[in-house]
């Protein structure tokens, strides 16, 4: 990905030209990071389905989920790593057209091992789609105008994960199961062709060189990802059945020894690298600590209208389509306020919208009418809206030269995380109420604190900054030198003012 991760570090895009921007690429980027996350949520419903047409138990028949987010989140970091010394555009073919033909494969499973087997390498293929996405929209366009590209991935992604059970509902109506599987098909050529034809060419897909891959062999890439896979699978296996029986919540007590395992061998220390040479660990927080809220919002409210209240599945549907709606409305606006003002206040307006949208939901109640919930919902999207592309564009501008997947994929997978533990969570939140409703006031309630922690964590990211910085200047002044490079200033020569941090806006990201 050598050339094209140039950006970072002052390549191709440095300089570039208003007629030289991509946005064909952006476009393709978003249409990916939609039918990625439009996968994730679009089958959940068609559980049952399977279930019945495959003749296997519901507990089978929900490893076609399983099947799909554990290698997603396993190999999302390992992917980085490899992606960071491969062909960008052969690896965006080569990953969008398997992932396709993993569609077609699910979609003809005639028994349960066949669709396990198709789901789990549409998410190894999956893990790379969501670490090329930001890479294709920050390398498509000029610097200064990454906030508004990165807001394109940023915003469709979640517009998928919404919009899925809305889509899946009446494929399952009118078509069937099988129907959930190809719904992606058309999407995926699209974005095959405009990378086909709008990406520069790289020479060809080409493997890592063995002794300059930062996670070594291929087999200690397989054990990074293990590691991670496991101590993910034991949190969501200790806070899905911790309803049943609060005890199960100390199965996820291993994941912590086991990410410890992990930060220690050759395949962590580039992440931990990364995220200490971009100093942008407190904004991968935010991204998980929000899509968290984000999903266990969502999964609630549903569960509230349908059971709770009472309401149509088409009710429903349009109902939550609110949320999608204020992401679509304000994702847009939040790039250009990024591109002007900054990412970071930007990205901090939009989290603190968010928390105050999902605070007003916390009286649900099952007198409260679908208009009551969907402004709210409106509201809180708007504020995911803002937030998405501009905490990305933080992200990917402070990412060092040469490691711009890494980076990429730490921030998805962060965000990926956020987005599985999200429901689980709010299911875990039930295990401590009452009825129903006191549960979901609960599981909202839980919700809003992991968006107050997002902008926290966008604030403390913030003060970091600026205390790293002001020590550098200080340091500079002491010893005699500039304080933003290594050479001396020449005597009488009047110090510079502090640079500008690039994460603060999209504008300077050679700050």
């Not at 946005?23 to 990916?32: F, I, N, R």
């Not at 304080?483 to 603060?504: C, E, I, K, L, Q």
Request: charged share 10%; aromatic share 4%.
């Amino acid at each position: 990905m050598s050339a094209q991760q140039s950006p970072a570090g002052g390549g191709p895009t440095a300089g570039r030209g208003r007629s030289e921007d991509r946005w064909s690429l952006v476009v393709a980027a978003g249409l990916l990071s939609f039918v990625a996350m439009l996968d994730m949520n679009v089958v959940n419903l068609a559980l049952t389905d399977i279930a019945d047409g495959l003749h296997v138990s519901a507990t089978t028949a929900q490893w076609a989920v399983l099947g799909y987010q554990l290698p997603l989140v396993a190999l999302l970091l390992p992917a980085g790593r490899r992606l960071d010394q491969v062909g960008t555009r052969s690896a965006l073919l080569l990953a969008v057209s398997c992932f396709a033909l993993c569609s077609v494969l699910a979609a003809a499973a005639p028994w349960a091992g066949w669709l396990i087997a198709a789901r789990l390498a549409q998410g190894a293929f999956g893990a790379v789609l969501f670490v090329l996405m930001p890479v294709l929209a920050a390398t498509a366009v000029r610097p200064e105008l990454r906030g508004r590209a990165m807001s394109v991935p940023a915003t469709l992604g979640p517009l998928g994960a919404v919009t899925g059970p809305v889509v899946g509902g009446l494929l399952l109506d009118h078509v069937g199961w099988r129907a959930v599987f190809l719904v992606k098909l058309p999407v995926c050529l699209v974005a095959l062709a405009i990378a086909y034809r709008a990406a520069p060419r790289d020479g060809g897909l080409r493997a890592p060189a063995r002794d300059s891959a930062p996670g070594g062999s291929p087999g200690r890439s397989l054990g990074d990802a293990a590691l991670i896979g496991s101590a993910v699978a034991a949190v969501l296996l200790g806070l899905t059945l911790a309803p049943g029986a609060p005890a199960w919540l100390l199965l996820a007590l291993p994941a912590a020894p086991l990410v410890v395992v992990w930060c220690r061998r050759p395949g962590g220390r580039p992440v931990s690298t990364v995220l200490r040479a971009s100093g942008t660990a407190a904004v991968n927080g935010s991204v998980l600590a929000l899509a968290a809220g984000f999903a266990a919002n969502h999964y609630l409210l549903a569960q509230h209208l349908r059971r709770d209240a009472g309401i149509s599945a088409t009710t429903t549907a349009l109902t939550m389509l609110a949320f999608p709606l204020g992401m679509v409305l304000a994702g847009r606006l939040g790039g250009r306020l990024a591109d002007r003002w900054g990412a970071r206040p930007t990205a901090l307006t939009g989290a603190c919208v968010t928390a105050l949208g999902m605070l007003l939901l916390v009286p649900v109640d099952a007198d409260w009418t679908p208009a009551d919930i969907s402004w709210r919902l409106a509201l809180a999207g708007a504020g995911m809206g803002l937030n998405g592309g501009p905490v990305q564009a933080l992200v990917m501008t402070a990412a060092p030269p040469g490691q711009l997947a890494t980076a990429g994929s730490v921030v998805q997978l962060a965000r990926s995380l956020g987005f599985a533990l999200g429901p689980a969570l709010a299911t875990a939140a039930g295990a401590f109420g009452g009825d129903h409703v006191t549960d979901v006031r609960a599981g909202i309630g839980l919700a809003t604190l992991m968006a107050v922690t997002a902008a926290a964590l966008l604030l403390l990211h913030h003060r970091t900054e600026r205390t790293d910085r002001t020590d550098r200047t200080a340091h500079g002044q002491r010893s005699g030198h500039d304080g933003r490079t290594d050479r001396p200033r020449p005597a009488g020569a009047a110090a510079p003012a502090p640079a500008p941090a690039a994460a603060d806006h999209a504008a300077e990201p050679h700050a």
